[in-house]
């Protein structure tokens, strides 16, 4: 089994910022390009940033200079710093990742979490 868990969400007032982390657990034998995607009550859920092994990155227009997205490969972490919230910014947020299983090592599947819920409010 492969688990993903988020954590670090909660209610902070316009301007603040959060931090956002991912753990991936499990019978994991390689990870791949992980990122962070979101979905705003009555939205489609959307890429917010999007991260690969090597450590390129990618933002969705709506979070570029505000958030910044990086992972720690041997730890299996990635995380989301968060800063000049809005909230527009407020919605659940999911931790997705590509994995090999160390039972099928030649294939990646895409996992993800429960999600964790961002509230910007005053």
């Known amino acids: 089994q492969v688990q993903l868990v988020e954590s670090g969400g909660g209610l902070v007032q316009p301007g603040g910022s959060l931090r956002l982390s991912c753990v991936a657990s499990?019978?994991?034998?390689?990870?791949?390009?992980m990122g962070w995607y979101r979905q705003a009550p009555g939205l489609q859920r959307e890429l917010v940033a999007g991260?690969?092994?090597?450590?390129?990155?990618k933002y969705a227009d709506f979070v570029k200079g505000r958030f910044t997205i990086s992972r720690d490969n041997a730890k299996k972490l990635m995380y989301l710093q968060m800063s000049s919230l809005k909230p527009e910014d407020t919605a659940v947020y999911y931790c997705?990742?590509?994995?090999?299983?160390?039972?099928?090592?030649?294939?990646?599947?895409?996992?993800w979490g429960q999600g964790t819920q961002v509230t910007v409010s005053s």
């Open positions: 991260t690969t092994t090597g450590g390129r990155t």
């Open positions: 997705n990742a590509e994995i090999a299983p160390t039972y099928d090592r030649s294939s990646y599947l895409k996992y």
């Open positions: 499990g019978s994991i034998f390689s990870i791949g390009s």
